[in-house]
T-cell receptor, first 116, second 114 residues
Framework: SQELEQSPQSLIVQEGKNLTINCTSS?????LYWYKQKYGEGLIFLMM?????EEKSHEKITAKLDEKKQQSSLHITASQPSHAGIYLC????????????????FGQGTILTVHP | SAVISQKPSRDICQRGTSLTIQCQVD?????MFWYRQQPGQSLTLIAT?????????ESGFVIDKFPISRPNLTFSTLTVSNMSPEDSSIYLC???????????FGPGTRLLVL
């Protein structure tokens, strides 16, 4: 089965600083999801990457998928207290279309704290 | 996107009892899933809820403990049976309309078993 490892496990930064969270897979990635979770709540969808080399941005968050390295990174520019939370990467099995589909395996999460 | 609601949002239950969690989506979806998130842990898939047939359970999860129904393409229930304190978790449903589509999660049901 596929395993995802996130690093770092926790991160404390000062407001305005940039940061990067990594997600490494034990198997080939056919697509990867990034979610954000506030403590005790549901998951908020951030981005889905489906192809090697793909890069997506939303506001100050950028995610990349490096298929060869079986890795994805999430980069936050000029962090704000609103970015605080738990960031989770998730990946699923390959489907007929060659992308991830269906039941997801998740990394253990990265806890981000942003000090004002 | 998809708007997903779960009921109840949280509950405190006594051991040995059962709780049924509902998941409602605002539009028809192909796939619905149930996940569990134990305290301090990441999400683990319990099962895929299949419309009109028995759910497909992941290793370590059985139908007697977690019976699932999916009567149509917008609704599913998960029952946590004969609860013990180890069942204290957040239970989340998720939906996906089709291949290459985004998987969206509900707000979760926070369960505490005493």
């Amino acid at each position: 089965s596929q395993e995802l490892e996130q690093s770092p496990q926790s991160l404390i930064v000062q407001e305005g600083k940039n940061l990067t969270i990594n997600c490494t897979s034990s198997k080939t990635l056919y697509g990867l999801y990034w979610y954000k979770q506030k403590y005790g709540e549901g998951l908020i969808f951030l981005m889905m990457l489906q192809k090697g080399g793909e890069e997506k941005s939303h506001e100050k968050i950028t995610a990349k998928l490096d298929e060869k390295k079986q890795q994805s990174s999430l980069h936050i520019t000029a962090s704000q207290p609103s970015h605080a939370g738990i960031y989770l990467c998730g990946a699923g099995p390959k489907n007929a279309g060659g992308t991830s589909y269906g039941k997801l395996t998740f990394g253990q999460g990265t806890i981000l704290t942003v000090h004002p | 996107s998809a708007v997903i609601s779960q009921k109840p949002s949280r509950d405190i239950c006594q051991r040995g009892t059962s709780l049924t969690i509902q998941c409602q989506v605002d539009s028809q979806v192909t796939m619905m899933f149930w996940y569990r998130q134990q305290p301090g842990q990441s999400l683990t898939l319990i099962a895929t809820a299949n419309q009109g047939s028995e759910a497909t359970y992941e290793s370590g999860f059985v139908i007697d403990k977690f019976p699932i129904s999916r009567p149509n393409l917008t609704f599913s229930t998960l029952t946590v049976s004969n609860m013990s304190p180890e069942d204290s978790s957040i239970y989340l449903c998720s939906v996906q309309r089709g291949a290459q589509e985004t998987q969206y999660f509900g707000p979760g049901t926070r369960l505490l078993v005493l």
